[in-house]
């Protein structure tokens, strides 16, 4: 099974920025895309956003268009996510989960907690 790390989270003051990686201990793997999602305390997961490696391209929940951005490498099977003018909203445990075979999410990281003080 491919196992997926995500590092970079921390506390920062809102306003602030931080970067995530997210790095795969693999790198031959079907992966149609990676992605990133968030999840706070009482809360339901939910996307936060992803890109598609034949063009690049990226998509991004509403919540975070503008402020998020990200980009990565496929022949490294390495993904960042750019987090800039945080907000106390922000505040959560980020996965980042690769899009294999079928359009599935199939491997998933541990998380990293992103906390955003006010």
């Known amino acids: 099974q491919v196992q997926l790390v995500e590092s970079g989270g921390g506390l920062v003051q809102a306003g602030g920025s931080l970067r995530l990686s997210c790095a795969a201990s693999e790198r031959t793997f079907n992966s149609y895309a990676m992605g990133w999602f968030r999840q706070a305390p009482g809360k339901e997961r939910e996307f936060v956003g992803a890109?598609?490696?034949?063009?690049?391209?990226?998509y991004f929940a509403d919540s975070v268009k503008g402020r998020f951005s990200i980009s990565g490498d496929n022949a490294n099977k390495t993904v960042y996510l750019q987090m800039n003018s945080l907000k106390p909203g922000d505040t959560a445990v980020y996965y980042c989960?690769?899009?294999?075979?079928?359009?599935?999410?199939?491997?998933w990281g541990q998380g990293t907690q992103v906390t955003v003080s006010s």
């Open positions: 890109i598609r490696w034949s063009a690049g391209n990226t």
């Open positions: 989960a690769n899009m294999g075979r079928g359009a599935n999410w199939d491997y």
